[in-house]
């Protein structure tokens, strides 16, 4: 089962996380105060991809965050990926 969390951590910014509850194969993107109200959608493509949309004045941005397999995956994993 996989979560999106918005989590506050101090200093004006916030970590927008997804992942697996089993605290596996999760990414996240780290957003500052400045941006953080601006946030316009949040997409989990899967437990390694997702994407944030910040609107602002001027235009929509899109940040994505992916997590690669690590070494220890096996290859077919990596394959997949």
Do not use: W
Not at 30 to 50: E, G, P, T, Y
Not at 56 to 61: D, H, K, N, S, V
Not at 64 to 75: E, I, K, L, M, R
Request: hydrophobic residues 35%.
């Amino acid at each position: 089962m996989s979560v999106n969390q918005l989590k506050d951590i101090g200093h004006g910014f916030m970590v927008v996380y997804n992942g697996s509850s089993k605290a596996r194969n999760g990414v996240g993107v780290f957003v500052s105060q400045h941006f953080r109200d601006s946030i316009a959608k949040v997409q989990r493509f899967d437990d390694r991809l997702m994407k944030v949309v910040v609107t602002t004045a001027e235009q929509r941005l899109h940040f994505f965050s992916t997590y690669a397999p690590q070494t220890g995956c096996c290859d077919q994993t990596k394959d997949a990926f």
